[in-house]
């Protein structure tokens, strides 16, 4: 049974940090392509950072950039993504994905974390 969990969402003043994790089993997580994604009320949801499942390069949104940085775990099974600087405008329920490129439904989503950021 696939499970992809995120954890560590609050409320946090501007200018503060958040850590938040996504524990996943029921897959071969070291294979899949880890992302978070993040959306906000009436918007479209947005990639905010790429990590690929064996070198290559991590990516960023440009309005994160500096300030959010994804990492895993492959041995525990958790993708991480910590969140420096916060802004109002990063205020969003944030998404773990995990895909496996060219594996039909290879794809899979956690439940969402919300991060709010206000003073």
């Known amino acids: 049974q696939v499970q992809v969990v995120e954890s560590g969402g609050g409320l946090v003043q501007p200018g503060g940090s958040l850590r938040l994790s996504c524990a996943c089993s029921g897959f071969t997580f070291s294979s899949y392509v880890m992302s978070w994604y993040r959306q906000a009320p009436g918007k479209e949801r947005e990639l905010v950072a790429t990590?690929?499942?064996?070198?290559?390069?991590?990516s960023y949104a440009d309005s994160v950039k500096g300030r959010f940085t994804i990492s895993r775990d492959n041995a525990k099974n958790i993708v991480y993504l910590q969140m420096n600087s916060l802004k109002p405008e990063d205020t969003a329920m944030y998404y773990c994905n995990a895909h496996r490129p060219r594996y039909l439904g290879a794809n899979y989503w956690g439940q969402g974390t919300q991060v709010t950021v206000s003073s």
């Open positions: 990590m690929p499942s064996a070198g290559g390069d991590i």
